[in-house]
């Protein structure tokens, strides 16, 4: 039998006890029964949509999770566990995006090895058929490998962009050289120096003088002459044109966002898009240029009604000098979040861009939102083995900020290292990881409660309460049984110094799990016996070697709503 202490928290108790007040064998002292303040005055601040998903929550209650006496964690976080024990598994995700340096199945699964959690496809890029393979071999390497890789969609957005480059994978512009940008179309006679624009209004809002930056400024022109479709520039600042590249123009210093500002932000060919990422039954749809809550609202109502295996996470990308100006609102009405560092410095001057990454990795924290920081963390490593000493300094200071999540664009899609660039993530955010543990920076952070409900207070103190105890009494791991993932991303919310095993029963909730920081998804099914739950899971990880005897764990569950300390028997 297993020595346990049980804080049971019922919808009004006024003091709750340890009810087996027994030694605990780590540590040999008693822990004293104590007052816990009447959940009746805990305050509840800000509404908050994080809401339990009621399809979700049927499907599991009804207990979807088939065998029901095995335990299901990837095969990666298992071999790492059991090489370095719980304290040192790596607590940041890791998201790569898939192009066509790593679509093939050998380099998806080399990717999945290193420690990819989320493979992402940009749907600027490629073809729907293109996707769907690339869907299907990681879906293929998770059932025969036992990888736990999720999926995630990102959308094109209808911002002005170039086209494809007459089929070139790049080309040089030189200064001073000459170049039409034109909104025609065009198909096999492609004028040389002539880049196609998507945006209709193109040439009717840039003026002569204006300036013209390609990807916020890799490649700088100047506007000379409009004729008709086609606008003549000239290249002040050389550099390489990629296909599809961002566009934005500039007068007097300032960003010119007139018409081009009402273009929508989910595109028609973004809807379609979207279609087929239900279909192919992603993971996470990450929308690109979000300006406010109502496009998230919206594609939320449009997935609920028709995603019928689950549940798609929703993460909006921070891009835009509006969706700055939403920031709050937008995290609320979002699953996730995205800093997507490529454009925001597009459109706001660069040296902001650290200022604004760490407001936003602040805010998603506070309001318990999963935040991803994302391109040129590694952008030198797309031509070379070896990163930056600065890009090391910058994924470093992402990692120590605690964000969840770290992302690799061209790094990983078409350089040359995607393989040693997932290497460099890894191995930074684990010595970052350990050097915030030793600091003990943990210490003193206050988080604001965020809970709109009575039960989600409950919920909320008792995370709190949980990592404090974890922290106090280091132990070794705290587990979570949940139904919806909610409990398990406030009590990463928490950032404790150990991992959190997350045991849920659902495919779609532990795969999004994968993209918060701290949490090891368990696919489990189990019962609202927490007793007969953590017997169960003590021996099937024991049978696995990822736990052995004497091994101490705080154990949550959100169906009781108890906490427990429990010493592996
Ligand atoms: N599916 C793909 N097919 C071909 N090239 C791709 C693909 N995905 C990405 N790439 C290449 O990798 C580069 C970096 O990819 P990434 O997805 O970060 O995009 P991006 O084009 O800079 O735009 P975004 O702002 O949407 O991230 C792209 O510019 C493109 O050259
Ligand atoms: C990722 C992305 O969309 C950006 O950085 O612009
Ligand atoms: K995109
Ligand atoms: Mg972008």
């Given at each position: 039998?297993a020595?346990?202490?049980?804080?049971?928290f019922s919808p009004?108790?006024?003091?709750?006890?340890?009810?087996?007040?027994?030694?605990s064998?780590?540590?040999?002292?008693?822990?004293?029964?104590?007052?816990y303040?009447?959940p009746?005055?805990?305050?509840?601040?800000?509404p908050?949509?994080?809401?339990?998903?009621?399809?979700l929550?049927q499907e599991?209650?009804?207990?979807?999770?088939?065998?029901?006496?095995?335990?299901?964690?990837?095969?990666?976080?298992?071999?790492?566990?059991?090489?370095?024990?719980?304290?040192?598994?790596?607590?940041?995700?890791?998201?790569?995006?898939?192009?066509?340096?790593?679509?093939g199945?050998?380099?998806?699964?080399?990717?999945?090895?290193?420690?990819?959690n989320?493979?992402?496809?940009?749907?600027?890029?490629?073809?729907?058929?293109?996707?769907?393979?690339?869907?299907?071999?990681?879906?293929?390497?998770?059932?025969?490998?036992?990888?736990?890789?999720?999926?995630m969609?990102?959308?094109?957005?209808?911002?002005?962009?170039?086209?494809?480059?007459?089929?070139?994978?790049?080309?040089k512009?030189?200064?001073?050289?000459v170049?039409t940008?034109s909104?025609?179309?065009?198909?096999s006679?492609?004028?040389?120096r002539?880049?196609?624009v998507?945006?209709?209004?193109?040439?009717?809002?840039?003026?002569?003088?204006?300036?013209?930056?390609?990807?916020?400024?890799m490649?700088?022109?100047e506007?000379?002459?409009?004729?008709?479709?086609?606008?003549?520039?000239?290249?002040?600042?050389?550099?390489?044109?990629?296909?599809?590249?961002?566009?934005?123009?500039?007068r007097?210093g300032?960003?010119?966002?007139e018409?081009?500002?009402?273009?929508?932000?989910i595109?028609?060919?973004?809807?379609?898009?979207?279609?087929?990422?239900?279909?192919?039954?992603?993971?996470?749809?990450?929308?690109s240029?979000v300006?406010?809550?109502?496009?998230i609202?919206?594609?939320?109502?449009?997935?609920?009604?028709?995603?019928?295996?689950?549940d798609?996470?929703?993460?909006?990308?921070?891009e835009?000098?509006e969706?700055?100006?939403?920031?709050?609102?937008?995290?609320?009405?979002?699953?996730?979040?995205m800093?997507?560092r490529?454009?925001?410095?597009?459109?706001?001057?660069?040296?902001?861009?650290p200022?604004?990454?760490?407001?936003?990795?602040?805010?998603c924290?506070?309001?318990?939102?999963?935040?991803?920081?994302?391109?040129q963390l590694?952008?030198?490593?797309?031509?070379?083995?070896?990163?930056?000493?600065?890009?090391?300094?910058?994924?470093s200071?992402?990692?120590?900020?605690?964000?969840?999540?770290?992302?690799?664009?061209?790094?990983?899609?078409?350089?040359q290292?995607?393989?040693?660039?997932?290497?460099v993530?890894?191995?930074?955010?684990?010595?970052?990881?350990?050097?915030?543990?030793?600091?003990?920076?943990?210490?003193?952070l206050?988080?604001?409660?965020?809970?709109?409900?009575?039960?989600?207070?409950?919920?909320e103190?008792?995370?709190?309460?949980?990592?404090?105890?974890a922290n106090?009494l280091?132990?070794?791991a705290?587990?979570?049984?949940?139904k919806?993932?909610?409990?398990?991303?406030?009590?990463?919310r928490?950032?404790?110094?150990?991992p959190?095993?997350?045991?849920?029963?659902?495919?779609?909730v532990?795969?999004?799990?994968?993209l918060q920081?701290?949490?090891?998804?368990f696919?489990?099914?189990?019962?609202?016996?927490?007793?007969?739950?953590?017997?169960?899971?003590?021996?099937?990880l024991?049978a696995?070697g990822?736990?052995?005897s004497g091994?101490l764990?705080?154990?949550?569950?959100?169906?009781?709503?108890?906490?427990?300390?429990?010493?592996v028997?």
């Amino acid at each position: 039998m297993a020595s346990s202490q049980v804080l049971n928290f019922s919808p009004n108790p006024t003091f709750l006890n340890f009810s087996k007040p027994s030694l605990s064998s780590k540590f040999g002292f008693v822990l004293k029964p104590w007052r816990y303040p009447s959940p009746l005055i805990l305050k509840c601040c800000s509404p908050l949509s994080r809401t339990v998903n009621e399809q979700l929550l049927q499907e599991t209650i009804k207990g979807n999770a088939g065998d029901t006496s095995s335990i299901e964690v990837d095969s990666v976080t298992e071999a790492e566990l059991k090489e370095n024990g719980f304290r040192s598994t790596r607590r940041t995700k890791l998201v790569c995006t898939i192009g066509p340096a790593t679509c093939g199945l050998e380099e998806l699964e080399a990717l999945a090895v290193g420690g990819m959690n989320v493979g992402r496809i940009n749907m600027c890029h490629g073809t729907r058929e293109w996707h769907k393979r690339v869907i299907e071999r990681v879906r293929k390497l998770n059932e025969e490998k036992g990888f736990a890789v999720a999926i995630m969609m990102d959308t094109e957005g209808s911002e002005i962009h170039m086209g494809d480059l007459g089929g070139t994978s790049s080309a040089k512009a030189e200064d001073g050289e000459v170049w039409t940008f034109s909104v025609r179309a065009f198909d096999s006679s492609w004028p040389e120096r002539t880049i196609s624009v998507n945006y209709e209004g193109f040439a009717e809002d840039v003026k002569v003088g204006d300036e013209l930056l390609v990807d916020g400024g890799m490649v700088r022109f100047e506007v000379i002459e409009t004729i008709g479709p086609d606008v003549k520039c000239i290249c002040t600042d050389p550099g390489l044109l990629l296909p599809r590249a961002n566009l934005t123009f500039w007068r007097d210093g300032k960003l010119v966002r007139e018409r081009s500002a009402m273009l929508p932000t989910i595109s028609s060919k973004d809807w379609l898009d979207i279609d087929f990422g239900i279909a192919e039954g992603v993971d996470f749809i990450a929308v690109s240029f979000v300006k406010s809550t109502e496009v998230i609202n919206h594609l939320k109502s449009y997935i609920k009604a028709r995603a019928h295996n689950g549940d798609i996470a929703i993460i909006a990308k921070i891009e835009s000098i509006e969706s700055l100006k939403n920031l709050e609102e937008i995290i609320l009405a979002s699953d996730g979040i995205m800093v997507a560092r490529g454009d925001l410095g597009a459109q706001i001057p660069l040296e902001q861009v650290p200022s604004a990454q760490q407001k936003i990795v602040q805010l998603c924290r506070q309001l318990n939102s999963p935040v991803i920081i994302a391109s040129q963390l590694l952008e030198s490593m797309i031509e070379y083995p070896t990163p930056t000493r600065a890009e090391v300094a910058d994924v470093s200071e992402a990692v120590r900020q605690q964000s969840d999540a770290l992302m690799l664009s061209g790094e990983s899609a078409m350089g040359q290292y995607p393989e040693k660039a997932l290497t460099v993530l890894r191995s930074v955010s684990l010595r970052m990881e350990r050097w915030w543990r030793e600091q003990k920076f943990h210490e003193g952070l206050d988080l604001p409660n965020i809970a709109s409900s009575f039960a989600d207070c409950i919920s909320e103190e008792i995370c709190t309460s949980a990592v404090k105890m974890a922290n106090n009494l280091e132990v070794d791991a705290i587990f979570v049984y949940t139904k919806t993932g909610h409990m398990a991303s406030l009590l990463s919310r928490c950032r404790p110094d150990c991992p959190i095993f997350a045991f849920t029963g659902t495919t779609s909730v532990r795969r999004c799990l994968n993209l918060q920081w701290g949490l090891i998804p368990f696919q489990l099914s189990f019962s609202d016996d927490m007793e007969s739950n953590l017997n169960k899971t003590f021996s099937l990880l024991k049978a696995r070697g990822m736990i052995k005897s004497g091994d101490l764990v705080v154990a949550v569950s959100d169906m009781l709503q108890s906490v427990q300390v429990m010493t592996v028997p």
